[in-house]
């Protein structure tokens, strides 16, 4: 991937702009909105059957047949076939829609009409247009373009009817655990995106200059929410978190989005219920609200209706050692990893996602409880990370934290961390202690599987990955 990261200083001219400025033909037809009549939504024109409406939009696709005309036309809450026959509009109407090109916008008027051959069931048989700019030749077209063409071009991407219908998705999934959430009883909590402290691996930390001291970008706000269910209850917080990870992988981004949760009072049991509830809650939500997108994709719905249907499958890490090796020969040992090519084998057994638990201590985070098994020497911690079906990897992962102070003083020590950074956290432990759990999901993880997409560059709108910052 050719690297965009580099761009030129804005205050030098880089380019004669003398060459940019667009012809008189391309330019704006109207002044201001104050020129368009007042216009309804696409979406709204399912309920004016036989009625005369106006919408506003860009076209994105046009047909013609002589004397007739089939223009695409979307607005973002939906899309709609606008008619224009010639014998029924007039002369300035037909040149005004002949003179239109992909990605040109207007406000169309016309009468809608009910069409059960269209995804949408209505077109709209047009009576008048008002053109408002004729857009030049659209840079992407119908030929196959390379990932570097598109994403350097992501801004104009997002147009597409493929880039649209995932962002739906998007969209569907952040509103559908927000609305969980609520219904639950928890209460959200804007955490800092300045962090003075790791909360997991410091070696994926961005470092940043704050007035000349050290600070780092969030990779997740759990810390802070821990303090906010002292408060509040039940707690989340739903926001960009930053990984300074190298990685190419197509799961992989170096800015996304996370949602983590705090549940006070609860062990990993009741944890694990809730993850589960909350993920077919998700997939439920779109497979009832966005089908005509999933259609779109070419999503196989039947899978994840499987996933909403049918109780998730629970293993300890343990376990899945020894499943892994039995069915695979994996030869992996009890304090290994669970990475994607393991990720990968469990998909290849199970339809429904797979719940990791009890992970060896060495390989988690510093703030989970430990405990070890009988008969057994390995340290433990209380932590379980969700495997989604179809090869999409780990798109939640939480665990019990730990709540007696001394130990997990005894921890801090051992792991060399400055206690002066986490005596905030500590007095946690000191004033009111509890047993509680938390979670967090990866939002684009969880687009980039429900809706089938290959790469999760895909499931953001301007990707941030190892070699691309750019636009």
Known sequence: MNNKTDKPDQKEADVDFSSLYLDEHNLPKIKSASELEKATTIINTKSLIGKEAVI?????????????????VRDGSADIQVVVEKSQVTEEVWEDAQSLTNESSLQVKGLIKEDKRSPFGVEMQLTAIKVIQIAPEFPIGKKEHGPDFLLDNRHLWLRSQSQRAVMQIRDEIFWSITSF??????????????????????????EVDYFGDKTYLTQSGQLYCEAAEFALGRTYDFGPVFRAEKSKTRKHL????????????AGLDELMDFEEAMLKRIVSDCLKNKAYELSILKRDISKLETVRDKKFIRHSHKEVIELLNSKFDAKLSELDDIGAPEEAMLSELYEVPVFIYDWPAEIKAFYMPKFKRPGENIERVRAVDLVASEGAGEIMGGAEREFNYNI???ELKKRKYKYEDYAWYMDLRKYGSIPHSGFGIGLERTVR?????????????FPRMLNRLYP
Request: some cysteine; charged content about 25%.
């Open 254 to 265: 170096i800015e996304f989005w996370m949602m983590d949760a705090e549940l006070p009072f």
């Open 408 to 410: 997990l003083l005894d």
């Open 449 to 461: 599987w429900i809706s089938g997409v290959a790469h999760i560059r895909e499931t953001i709108p």
């Open 181 to 206: 959430l609520r219904e639950e009883g928890f209460v959200r909590f804007d955490t800092p995106i300045f962090q003075p402290v790791s909360c997991e691996d410091t070696s994926e930390l961005f």
């Open 56 to 72: 506003n939009g860009w076209v994105y696709g046009i047909r013609s047949s002589g004397k007739i005309m089939f223009l695409m």
